[in-house]
């Protein structure tokens, strides 16, 4: 028809015909079975066994492995904090056509209110605005209250974050959250401004703490960042400080 149009050199894709797809997912109510209040996990590895290809899933947990016709076999390994809900560990299929509903359930080895935080940074460049970014987990069966503390460098200024400040202490800043469900991510931004100065170092850390139902410390984890400040010059402008190395005013990394 008047608007298509075949690209010289281009070829066809085709709709998946042999496929096998499922989910890996926390089995919240440990019934076996993929239902509403579960989490369906992204990163877990899927492995075909015969020819030993692996596949993660995706951001919404499925994955999808397109095979020739024939027998295979497919396997999830649940890590070390994880222990095995659904019906099997492993499917073995004659696939000849589209299967679904090979998924894998789970729930969690780790005592209730157990949870995972890490605090990361972009570049600590002079007089910069950069990011730190916290992302926490509940690695354990039971939904809880708590928060998230991040106790910043003094030398650094706070600038926003996503989401803002329950509260602000001096160079503290809290972020309450209530309902945290298990083995679902969570993320919290932070924008701090870089001091001017190279050379100078930095610490910050952030801090989770998860309340039991009578609003006590049930579990607490801090993660550290330390920080050097690094700074970068025009090796062509003269009135830098220092001068820099030789006639063409150099300025070393370090």
């Known amino acids: 028809t008047s608007n298509q149009y075949n690209l010289p050199g281009g070829f066809t894709?085709?709709?998946?015909?042999?496929?096998?797809?499922?989910?890996?997912?926390?089995?919240?109510?440990?019934?076996?079975?993929?239902?509403a209040g579960d989490t369906?996990?992204?990163?877990?590895?899927?492995?075909?066994?015969?020819?030993?290809?692996?596949?993660?899933?995706?951001?919404?947990?499925?994955?999808?492995?397109?095979l020739p016709v024939g027998v295979h076999t497919f396997t999830w390994t649940p890590g070390a904090d994880k222990v095995l809900s659904s019906d099997s560990a492993s499917f073995t299929v004659n696939l000849n056509g589209a299967l679904t509903g090979y998924d894998f359930g789970f729930t969690?080895?780790?005592?209730d209110y157990t949870s995972s935080l890490d605090i990361?940074?972009?570049?600590?460049?002079?007089?910069?605005?950069?990011?730190?970014?916290?992302n926490f987990m509940n690695i354990g069966n039971v939904a809880y209250n708590g928060y998230v503390y991040v106790v910043k460098d003094p030398l650094l200024v706070f600038s926003s974050s996503v989401p803002s400040p329950t509260s602000i202490n001096g160079?503290?800043?809290f972020f309450n959250y209530t309902g945290v469900n298990p083995f679902v991510n969570n993320t919290i931004t932070l924008n701090v401004v870089m001091p001017g100065t190279a050379g100078v170092s930095l610490f910050s850390k952030a801090c989770i703490v998860a309340l039991n139902t009578g609003?006590?410390?049930?579990f607490s984890y801090c993660d550290e960042l330390p920080q050097t400040v690094q700074c970068s010059?025009?090796?062509?402008?003269?009135?830098?400080?220092?001068p820099g190395q030789y006639s063409q005013h150099y300025t070393l990394f370090s």
Do not use: H, M
């Open 215 to 218: 609003g006590g410390v049930a």
């Open 233 to 242: 010059y025009d090796p062509n402008d003269k009135t830098v400080n220092p």
């Open 108 to 111: 969690s080895l780790n005592s």
């Open 40 to 66: 369906d996990l992204s990163n877990e590895l899927i492995t075909e066994t015969g020819s030993n290809q692996s596949i993660s899933t995706g951001n919404n947990g499925q994955y999808i492995f397109a």
């Open 171 to 173: 160079d503290t800043l």
């Open 13 to 35: 894709i085709f709709p998946l015909t042999n496929y096998i797809t499922g989910y890996v997912y926390y089995d919240a109510n440990n019934n076996g079975l993929r239902d």
């Open 120 to 134: 990361t940074s972009g570049l600590p460049r002079c007089n910069w605005t950069v990011p730190f970014t916290i």
